[in-house]
T-cell receptor
Framework: DQQVKQNSPSLSVQEGRISILNCDYT??????FLWYKKYPAEGPTFLIS?????DKNEDGRFTVFLNKSAKHLSLHIVPSQPGDSAVYFC??????????FGAGTILRVKS | NAGVTQTPKFQVLKTGQSMTLQCAQD?????MSWYRQDPGMGLRLIHY???????DQGEVPNGYNVSRSTTEDFPLRLLSAAPSQTSVYFC???????????FGEGSRLTVL
């Protein structure tokens, strides 16, 4: 049973527009959430994180929103660029324990 | 600064063969882990280590063995390869179990 779900396998967005990647989780004890980005033939790289005591964290073009009541996490990329085309994984942790990853969403930004 | 280095990058095995995926990190991280990535399954934790001499099982440990004799190295051993172990394997290191993970470039393994 997947505790972290990314229900959209892929997303296509026009360059300059907003990309919104979604993630749902079932474990209400998760208290730390991260997003990773992965290019083909490379390892995933850390993008942004958020603690459960916050509902928003921003880093340049990337913003992560956390809705604890809905157990929902989203990553906003504004404006989207062709170089953002990659697989995005969300991950969650409970009390500093091992990360649990979602299945990933392939983002394609069209120029 | 090399970060996390994995070898080999590609490997083809026959069913029943054994092999070791090597992983080394130069960031002095205590935590190291092995993941496999399969389509539609995301990244699943195989084994992890919280320091030299200490290892533990992750979500999908069957068919794999690990050891951690030094802080730098964390090899993953496939004892008797099976087609179900065809996957891309990633080694990662970090300051903490749940913190920012630094991944290697991956090792693509095919078991025929």
């Amino acid at each position: 049973d997947q505790q972290v779900k990314q229900n959209s396998p892929s997303l296509s967005v026009q360059e300059g527009r907003i990309s919104i990647l979604n993630c749902d989780y079932t474990n209400s004890m998760f208290d730390y959430f991260l997003w990773y980005k992965k290019y083909p033939a490379e390892g995933p790289t850390f993008l942004i994180s958020i603690s459960s005591i916050k509902d928003k964290n921003e880093d340049g073009r990337f913003t992560v929103f956390l809705n604890k009541s809905a157990k929902h996490l989203s990553l906003h990329i504004v404006p989207s660029q062709p170089g953002d085309s990659a697989v995005y994984f969300c991950a969650a942790s409970e009390s500093g324990n091992k990360l649990v990853f979602g299945a990933g969403t392939i983002l394609r930004v069209k120029s | 600064n090399a970060g996390v280095t994995q070898t080999p990058k590609f490997q083809v095995l026959k069913t029943g063969q054994s092999m070791t995926l090597q992983c080394a990190q130069d960031m002095n991280h205590e935590y190291m882990s092995w993941y496999r990535q399969d389509p539609g399954m995301g990244l699943r934790l195989i084994h992890y280590s919280v320091g030299a001499g200490i290892t533990d099982q992750g979500e999908v440990p069957n068919g794999y063995n690990v050891s951690r004799s030094t802080t730098e190295d964390f090899p993953l051993r496939l004892l008797s390869a099976a087609p179900s172990q065809t996957s891309v394997y990633f080694c990662a290191s970090s300051y903490s179990l749940a913190g920012e993970l630094f991944f290697g470039e991956g090792s693509r393994l095919t078991v025929l």
